[in-house]
Each structure stands twice: as C-alpha cells, then as structure tokens.
C-alpha cells in the first residue's frame, strides 16, 4: 500500500513562488517515478512534471517548463515541486502521482491559487 499526501499550496500573486511537497509511505518509494499533475476548474486534469527514480531524469509539460522544477529525497521518501514565476492560469488543485506494481495512487491533492 502506498499513501501519497501533497502540502504546501496557498495563495500566491503572480510571479511569486511556492513549493509543493508529496510526502510518500511505502518501502517502494525510492524505486519508482514520481509525477505531478494539476488540475483547474472545468478542465481536465493535466501533467506537470515527472520525475525517473534516480531523480536523474526529468519532464515538464511546456506550459511550466522554464519556471517550475520537481526534485524528490528519497532519503525523506518525498518529491518536491518548486513552482516559480506563478501565473493566474497556474490556478488548480495539484496532486501527485505513482504507478507501482501496476496500480495507480494518487494524492489527495492541494490547492493553488495564484492572484492576478
């Protein structure tokens, strides 16, 4: 069983910073890739970042790339999500994500809101 719970969200003006954490449970934790995915009101929920086990290999989606960066501990078993530059459109409820062994666990979530 893994349990993935994010914090750090809040209320930002735009060009400021935050950054999310995914703390992990899980003796998996450090084998498998990490992933963060928002999503904003009435839209789908989208990918933002992803990151390989080793932390040596990264993604970004190309609306966040440049201004956001994922990072993981696995000494802390926790992924990291450090969001620069915020924009309003930045504004969503950000979970974070992990396939092991062939199920899917999502967290629970937390919400940004970035203010014009």
């Known amino acids: 069983q893994v349990q993935l719970v994010e914090s750090g969200g809040g209320l930002v003006q735009a060009g400021g910073s935050l950054r999310l954490s995914c703390a992990a449970s899980?003796?998996?934790?450090?084998?498998?890739?990490m992933k963060w995915f928002r999503q904003a009101p009435g839209k789908e929920r989208e990918f933002v970042a992803g990151?390989?086990?080793?932390?040596?290999?990264?993604s970004y989606s190309d609306s966040v790339k440049g201004r956001f960066t994922i990072s993981r501990d696995n000494a802390k078993n926790t992924v990291y999500l450090q969001m620069n530059s915020l924009k309003p459109e930045d504004t969503a409820v950000y979970s974070c994500?992990?396939?092991?062994?062939?199920?899917?666990?999502w967290g629970q979530g937390t919400q940004v809101t970035v203010s014009s």
């Open positions: 994500y992990a396939r092991v062994l062939g199920t899917d666990y």
């Open positions: 899980g003796r998996t934790f450090s084998r498998n890739a």
């Open positions: 990151i390989s086990w080793s932390g040596g290999s990264t």
